[in-house]
């Protein structure tokens, strides 16, 4: 197991993925992170859509106007939906357990992205929630946060850098 703090300088987005399948074991494994996250009052009211229908996933990439594309060439995709009907902190929770797996797969060498669908849509008034409800027969009382993006990365991503980091945007005590 790597220091947490090289894994999280390690993690990037990627969006371009490799043909090869990303194991069941793997994407279990994403997943158990995701379950393991913390949740307001450990209601854990997210629920988690795995995705690897090469068609359905094309579909998600049409889901909202803009940034999605490079799903159509993703092995796995997860999309994160949250209970608002039972929990008021549901973003947040769905939030964290989504980063809980974008670290988790860059631990056992895999690549993510983070695809937005909350807050997002199309002019006519669809909304990006409105179109993966219907595809994938999500009920009514639940939300889509986003999709995460899983596969083995064909990209390579440099380390965060320590230079870039903006410690100035960090106050003590007051601002």
Not at 3 to 11: E, S, Y
Not at 43 to 57: A, G, K, M, Y
Not at 127 to 134: A, E, F, G, L, Q
Request: glycine share 6%; with cysteine.
């Amino acid at each position: 197991m790597s220091r947490f703090q090289d894994l999280v300088q390690r993690r990037r987005s990627h969006r371009k993925f490799t043909d090869e399948l990303v194991s069941d074991a793997d994407v279990r494994c994403v997943l158990r992170a995701a379950l393991m996250s913390p949740s307001s009052k450990s209601r854990r009211s997210w629920q988690f859509v795995v995705v690897r229908d090469t068609e359905t996933i094309s579909r998600l990439a049409s889901a909202k106007p803009s940034g999605s594309d490079f799903l159509r060439n993703v092995p796995v995709a997860i999309v994160v939906v949250g209970d608002s009907s039972d929990n008021d902190c549901w973003v947040e929770d769905c939030s964290i357990a989504s980063v809980a797996m974008q670290y988790q797969a860059e631990d056992i060498g895999l690549g993510s992205c983070w695809v937005q669908l909350r807050g997002r849509g199309f002019e006519d008034g669809t909304t990006s929630d409105m179109v993966v409800r219907n595809l994938l027969g999500i009920p009514e009382g639940r939300e889509v946060l986003c999709v995460i993006a899983l596969g083995h990365p064909s990209d390579e991503r440099k380390p965060q850098s320590e230079e870039r980091l903006k410690w100035d945007n960090v106050h003590t005590e007051r601002w």
